[in-house]
């Protein structure tokens, strides 16, 4: 008999202290409502609730008589409803992985988006001629306003970024903001340019418009094949029709802001922040693939 009850004594030891060391290691910790602990040979068990609301602040000891009864959990407490609700509060904005490696978040999306949001103005700027945001649209569209409707839709996404409601990423700093700003300016303010520049480099590669991907790289397969020597009319035809892809394809839209952002950073930001010798900010450009890439580059470098 007594050679059992030691083995009950000792089992219900290990018990103890096995949960001692797991509740005072896991603060904070859910601990299911659930019976955690049972009582070995002992047919008056009684089952211990416990409460995820609670933090367990002591335990009491065992009866060392040879027969046991219960042990109790003693002062519970419900401050564990405090410690989350200042840890929701305390909770950073953004990616914790990444914040702690110190890289910032790319800037890049938020320019992409920003560009094509720009096209789609433009596209449906015949509809709404108070929006100027195409310098060659009219010859009384002023650039001081152009820039100033581009900077608008920098600046609101931006903010929206930046807003409390958005959990998910890191604001973005002054810098940041500031650069994201010139960019998507820069852009707009030399959207036909662009354009011009980026048709000419699709249609003087000659896979491209041998397997047709014209359109990953936002263009018209007719934007290639037209000739400065076109007329009004035809050039006007043209704008029509880009002008409605854009409107009713954004993965068209998207590809030709991509470009038209790539471009940008290649023959202009770059070349003229070496010439200062001032640093680049997230001025790689790391978001269009490789084939695409080559043909935006070719006699760029």
């Known amino acids: 008999m007594e050679s059992s009850q030691r083995i009950s004594t000792m089992i219900y030891l290990a018990i103890i202290f096995w949960s001692a060391a797991v509740l005072t290691t896991t603060n904070g ?3 299911p409502n659930t019976v955690a602990l049972t009582r070995a040979n002992n047919n ?15 335990l009491a000891v065992p009866s060392s008589r040879s027969t ?16 989350n609700s200042s840890s929701t509060q305390k909770k950073q904005k953004g990616d914790s992985i990444r914040s702690k490696t110190g890289i910032r978040p790319s800037l890049h999306p938020t320019e992409i988006n920003c560009i094509a949001e ?50 998910t990423s890191e604001k973005f700093t002054m810098e940041e903001s500031q650069v994201i700003s010139g960019r998507v300016v ?4 030399r959207m036909r340019e662009l354009e011009g520049l980026l048709v000419g480099k699709v249609k003087g590669v000659g896979w491209v418009s041998k397997y047709g991907e014209e359109e990953s790289f936002g263009v018209l397969k007719s934007e290639c094949s037209s000739d400065d020597d076109d007329d009004g009319t035809k050039k006007e035809e043209l704008e029509k029709k880009v002008a409605e892809m854009i409107k009713l ?17 290649d023959t202009v930001e770059r070349p003229k922040l070496d010439m200062l010798g001032e640093d680049r900010i997230n001025s790689d450009v790391d978001f269009i693939d490789a084939d695409r890439l080559e043909v935006l580059r070719t006699n760029c470098e």
């Open 29 to 31: 910790f859910s601990i």
């Open 118 to 167: 720009a096209l789609m103005m433009r596209s449906t700027s015949n509809n709404n001629p108070s929006i100027d945001i195409d310098i060659a649209s009219s010859s009384t569209t002023e650039p001081l306003q152009v820039a100033i409707t581009a900077g608008g839709i920098a600046m609101k996404a931006i903010d929206k970024r930046n807003s409390d409601k958005d959990d």
């Open 44 to 58: 008056n068990y009684t089952p211990l609730p416990r409460n995820h609301h609670h933090t367990i602040k002591q």
């Open 68 to 83: 046991f009864s219960p042990f109790t959990l003693l002062h519970l407490s419900s401050s564990n409803d405090n410690e």
């Open 249 to 265: 394809n954004p993965l068209f839209r998207m590809n030709r802001a991509e470009c038209l952002l790539c471009l940008f950073l």
């Open 186 to 189: 820069g852009v707009v303010m």
